[in-house]
């Protein structure tokens, strides 16, 4: 009953920034965050918000460098991702849980369709 629609992928420079949203087709009190699968690699988790915004987690690759926010009324949250490496080029996946512990786990209702990000060296 939940869409979920990214946006803002492309290619960047290494050492640039890009802001990835993902909005979600109605209202919702679930945790909201962001996955990545690479090639050749399994999807990974990378960042997670809860639904009040007041709670973040974030995979030890991206600590430091990437931001996740929530703009409860547009029914949006944002990666903000600076100083991205090549390292860093996946298929974004934008996801809602109940919780931000399942949300962690993959445990997530909703998925979107996901955003390519190319970081290039």
């Known amino acids: 009953q939940v869409q979920l629609v990214e946006s803002g992928g492309g290619l960047v420079q290494a050492g640039g920034s890009l802001r990835l949203s993902c909005a979600a087709s109605?209202?919702?009190?679930?945790?909201m965050g962001w996955f990545r699968q690479a090639p050749g690699k399994e999807r990974e988790f990378v960042a997670g918000?809860?639904?009040?915004?007041?709670?973040?987690e974030y995979a030890d690759s991206v600590t430091g460098r990437f931001t996740i926010s929530r703009d409860s009324a547009k029914n949006t949250i944002y990666l903000q991702m600076n100083s991205l490496k090549p390292e860093d080029t996946a298929v974004y996946y934008c996801n809602a849980a109940t919780t931000i512990l399942a949300l962690h786990r993959g445990e997530s209702r909703y998925w979107g369709q996901g955003t390519q990000v190319t970081v290039s060296s």
């Open positions: 918000i809860t639904w009040s915004g007041g709670s973040t």
């Open positions: 109605r209202r919702t009190s679930y945790a």
